[in-house]
T-cell receptor
Framework: DADVTQTPRNRITKTGKRIMLECSQTKGHDRMYWYRQDPGLGLQLIYYSFDVKDINKGEISDGYSVSRQAQAKFSLSLESAIPNQTALYFC???????????FGQGTRLTVV | KNQVEQSPQSLIILEGKNCTLQCNYTVSPFSNLRWYKQDTGRGPVSLTIMTFSENTKSNGRYTATLDADTKQSSLHITASQLSDSASYICVVSANSGYALNFGKGTSLLVTP
């Protein structure tokens, strides 16, 4: 089983719909992150969480929200999806030293 | 603001040739630097980690160097293979803040 699991792997949704991307990890890490990646661009941080009760905005949080339901679970929501949110989304975890990040396999989201 | 700059943005080399990718950073206080390999559509995977006291570290055909004084790192790939075609991302961790600072990556294409 993968250390960091994202669901769904692929999703096509319509403009205006609410969608949730889920991430779970078995690494036992405190820190979890959500990134988006657009073609030809680097990873951009959306939100991050250092603990269950800790939520922090990243570089591009507008239009997104997150929930840290447990140490192992961190979900990303798009309240009202728009086409420019079409991208590849990655969840990642790291330990308290902020060292190696372990990434999920990604969720390819298409908003039509 | 912590920044990580990578060059070149993209690179095309012939199979069997060597290449060097560059990473300059302003992250402070510095904790460690990692190089990740990201295959198309997949999550990044760690190749090497460098701490402040390390100058060189190898992982097979990959050799990373770090000059903490000038805040520069390089990733040297020897005898390139077609499977080396990927994006290579430099990630610098700080001892404070959200800790993971990503470069935008270098896209490497190895051709026959």
């Amino acid at each position: 089983d993968a250390d960091v699991t994202q669901t769904p792997r692929n999703r096509i949704t319509k403009t205006g719909k609410r969608i949730m991307l889920e991430c779970s990890q078995t690494k036992g890490h405190d820190r979890m992150y959500w990134y988006r990646q657009d073609p030809g661009l680097g990873l951009q941080l959306i939100y991050y969480s250092f603990d269950v009760k800790d939520i922090n905005k990243g570089e591009i949080s507008d239009g997104y929200s997150v929930s840290r339901q447990a140490q192992a679970k961190f979900s990303l929501s798009l309240e009202s999806a728009i086409p420019n949110q079409t991208a590849l989304y990655f969840c990642a975890t790291s330990d308290r030293t902020g060292g190696q990040a372990f990434f999920g396999q990604g969720t390819r989201l298409t908003v039509v | 603001k912590n920044q990580v700059e990578q060059s070149p943005q993209s690179l095309i080399i012939l199979e069997g040739k060597n290449c060097t990718l560059q990473c300059n950073y302003t992250v402070s206080p510095f904790s460690n630097l990692r190089w990740y390999k990201q295959d198309t559509g997949r999550g990044p995977v760690s190749l090497t980690i460098m701490t402040f006291s390390e100058n060189t570290k190898s992982n097979g055909r990959y050799t990373a160097t770090l000059d903490a004084d000038t805040k520069q790192s390089s990733l040297h790939i020897t005898a390139s293979q077609l499977s080396d075609s990927a994006s290579y991302i430099c990630v610098v961790s700080a001892n404070s803040g959200y800790a993971l600072n990503f470069g935008k990556g270098t896209s490497l294409l190895v051709t026959p």
